[in-house]
């Protein structure tokens, strides 16, 4: 009914405005104005954003849930620790991430993007994979939307494509009522997201429906939980990560335990290690 209202009082505006206005004017959908109202608050509820770098550190556990050739099998669990690095302004950033099995590190490798390059690293040899699937700005943009584990990017991302906004409405996650919008990203698929009702936190982001390696479809997610306030902002203690990698569904359970904003990072942060030799690589796929 209030949409309904809302697009009687758009129409009368249209209709009583001069020509000239109406004639180069287009207000928003009711969906629209809605969508932008519900991200703007979910900005304002996180607080002060970052404007040129973030520094993260988590650490928690990454569980593979039997989706690889034996889906039936029991879930595997690895420790692991991870580091992001990213430089806002000129769309880069550095990912580590080391996997353990007991005190026992397993596998560690670092992915980088610059605008310059993309390649990914072993930590543990000298090997080096030059990386030229896609064009950088894609490659960025979709890691930040898939893997990135502090909440206002991907608000922000929302809100630099504004026009593309639409509300879905209400629903209730785990008890808790969210409101619900979604935005096209640069490739044209939509990107979803859950915002809190009562308070606008970011809950969940959900990208685009994919498809399985066993059981049909599955949606790619990041989680959001136990802000906390900290130097101005709002920041979740918890962040879950679920993705596909090659044959499973790999889902990463974090605890965020330091997160610095606009702090100096050194180019050498982003520059690939020296290649001693060249080789090849079983590091993980960069989606």
Not at 60 to 86: F, T
Not at 176 to 195: D, I
């Amino acid at each position: 009914m209030g949409e309904v209202i809302h697009s009687a009082i758009l129409t009368a505006i249209l209709l009583t405005a001069p020509l000239s206005v109406r004639s180069t004017e287009v207000l928003p959908s009711a969906s629209n104005a809605k969508a932008r109202a519900v991200v703007q608050e979910g900005l304002d509820a996180l607080g002060d954003e970052p404007t040129r770098t973030v520094s993260i550190h988590a650490e928690g556990q990454e569980l593979r849930q039997g989706q690889g050739p034996n889906p039936g099998g029991p879930v595997l669990v690895s420790r692991l620790a991870v580091d992001w690095k990213v430089d806002l302004r000129r769309k880069r950033l550095s990912f580590r991430r080391e996997e353990f099995e007991g005190d026992n590190l397993k596998q560690c490798y670092q992915y980088t993007i610059a605008p310059q390059a993309r390649f990914a690293a072993s930590c543990r040899s000298d090997a080096v994979l030059a990386l030229d699937l896609s064009p950088i700005a894609d490659a960025w943009t979709s890691w930040m939307q898939q893997e990135y584990p502090e909440p206002s990017w991907q608000l922000a991302h929302a809100w630099s494509r504004v026009d593309t906004l639409e509300y879905l409405g209400e629903m209730y996650d785990q008890g808790v009522k969210q409101n619900v919008v979604s935005y096209a990203t640069e490739s044209g698929q939509r990107q979803t997201l859950y915002l809190n009702a009562e308070n606008g936190l970011l809950t969940k982001v959900e990208g685009p429906l994919a498809a399985a390696p066993v059981d049909g479809s599955f949606i790619p997610r990041i989680e959001y939980a136990g802000y906390r306030r900290e130097a101005g902002a709002m920041i979740p203690s918890q962040v879950s990560v679920t993705r596909r990698r090659g044959l499973e569904i790999v889902k990463d359970v974090l605890s965020l335990s330091a997160v610095r904003f606009d702090e100096p990072l050194s180019g050498s942060a982003f520059a690939p290690p020296q290649k001693k030799s060249p080789r090849s690589s079983n590091l993980p796929e960069m989606q």
